[in-house]
């Protein structure tokens, strides 16, 4: 796994998330309590999570509505065993760094 700078420190606002392209990976990182990063893909239809509605730890994709739980990656509805890769990320000096 590689630290990877993605952005600046305040360029998500709080209660929204944000999508990058980091290795050739789609990573929706969220700002919600801290920040989180997972997968932004929708396994359903391809949908970006990146802009989904955030309620608590959960996002809800824009396409078709899914729920996933931004912590733990997991699919909240429709697929049992659904797990997106997520990503710890951190805040350093000089901006907002992704682990990949
Ligand atoms: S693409 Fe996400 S719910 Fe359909």
Request: proline letters at 3%; one cysteine or more.
């Amino acid at each position: 796994m590689v630290w990877k700078r993605v952005a600046e420190k305040n360029e998500i606002p709080e209660g929204k998330g944000k999508e990058f392209i980091v290795d050739g990976k789609h990573v929706a990182i969220f700002n919600q309590n801290g920040y989180h990063g997972l997968d932004s893909i929708c396994v359903h239809q391809d949908g970006s999570l990146a802009p989904g509605k955030l309620d608590g730890d959960v996002v809800e994709c824009p396409l078709h509505f899914w729920h996933y739980n931004i912590k733990t990656g997991e699919l909240l509805d429709y697929m049992k065993g659904v797990k997106m890769q997520t990503y710890k990320v951190e805040v350093k000096s000089d901006g907002l760094y992704v682990d990949v």
